[in-house]
């Protein structure tokens, strides 16, 4: 697999509430160097409808080991018109937002507070994105890393925030901790953007008239 990993920080976006207090989209920090672990878990490679839930094993760091069942629950397309009355660049301006929820819950025996799965959106280019940190006011999906605290036998439900570059779609979400690691992959139907009625609001269509 072609792993071209675009993290947040690539995708530098300023986000700017009209109005507001300048909250900004804070790029999730590049994690440190991830780990598999041979353990009681999901086996590398398997592949999961959204829906089904997977034991993942990793390193987020070097002292510390998590483990969670995870699930990705849905995936909606967005319309760019999600970010409407926030400023962005000129290369986010033209990436495909995309909304993940996905379920967790903390089954190892450390508090992984604050630290992010290595979940990436995979596209049509084989590009492997990250999910965003979003701060600030942008309360239609408060994406950013696990809960604080998340003590073992905690649980939640999250939204994530991923955008695709250059016109590009999604093909599956994948977990793939360290380069070389036969990602566990999660596959399924894709919400699309409502469409906005095409006729005048406040207008019904008229009747067609018969013929006698």
């Known amino acids: 697999m072609r792993r071209t990993v675009l993290l947040p920080i690539v995708l530098a976006w300023s ?72 400023v962005r660049d000129d290369a986010t301006a033209r990436a495909r937002p995309y909304f993940v929820t996905v379920s967790l819950s903390n089954t190892g025996e450390t508090d992984l507070a604050g630290q992010e799965v290595p979940l990436y959106l995979r596209d049509a280019n084989g590009t492997l994105g990250a999910p965003w940190t979003l701060g600030g006011d942008f309360t239609a999906c408060q994406s950013g890393p696990m809960p604080t605290p998340f003590a073992p036998g905690d649980a939640a439900e999250m939204c994530l925030v991923y955008l695709v570059p250059d016109g590009a779609r999604i093909i599956d979400m994948v977990f793939e901790p360290t380069e070389g690691y036969d990602p566990i992959v999660w596959t399924g139907e894709v919400a699309k953007p409502v469409k906005a009625s095409a006729g005048k609001p406040g207008r019904p269509a008229r009747k067609k008239r018969g013929n006698g």
């Open 15 to 86: 986000l700017t509430a009209c109005g507001g207090s300048d909250p900004e989209a804070t790029p999730s920090p590049e994690a440190p160097a991830t780990a598999a672990v041979d353990a009681d878990s999901t086996a590398p490679g398997t592949e999961l409808d959204f829906g089904d839930a997977a034991t993942l094993v990793w390193q987020p760091a070097t002292s510390l080991t998590g483990t969670l069942d995870l699930s990705v629950d849905a995936v909606a397309e967005q319309s760019p018109s999600v970010f409407d009355g926030w």
